[in-house]
């Protein structure tokens, strides 16, 4: 059983930056890899990047490579993701993800998660 909560979501300007963060408890000692998703209304939730819990390689979405970075503290169990260069296209509610499982796969769809963070509200203004 973990627990995620989404933090630090709001209205930003096109090209400017914004860090989320994602604070997770209870067994955080089996996530294996935490994913960022997003979806704005009436989409589909994508895939939008990964960070392995234990080592800290990532992996992120062609639509965002180069703009978004993330990272993790272990002993404060959070997450990070920096937007740098929003676009409007960014907007979107973000969540957060853990998946315990060991794949031989990339883990970019939400099947391959189980626990879920509320989700925060990224709006990019032009």
């Known amino acids: 059983q973990v627990q995620l909560v989404e933090s630090g979501g709001g209205l930003v300007q096109a090209g400017g930056s914004l860090r989320l963060s994602c604070s997770a408890s209870?067994?955080?000692?089996?996530?294996?890899?935490l994913g960022w998703f997003r979806q704005a209304p009436g989409k589909e939730r994508d895939f939008v990047g990964a960070?392995?819990?234990?080592?800290?390689?990532?992996y992120f979405a062609d639509s965002v490579k180069g703009r978004f970075t993330s990272s993790r503290d272990n002993v404060k169990s959070t997450v990070y993701l920096q937007m740098n260069s929003l676009k409007p296209e960014d907007t979107a509610v973000y969540y957060c993800?853990?998946?315990?499982?060991?794949?031989?796969?990339?883990?970019?769809?939400?099947?391959?998660?189980?626990?879920w963070g509320q989700g925060t509200q990224v709006t990019v203004s032009s």
């Open positions: 993800a853990a998946d315990f499982a060991s794949h031989s796969w990339l883990p970019d769809n939400t099947n391959d998660y189980e626990y």
């Open positions: 209870g067994r955080t000692y089996g996530i294996n890899v």
């Open positions: 960070i392995w819990w234990r080592g800290g390689s990532t």
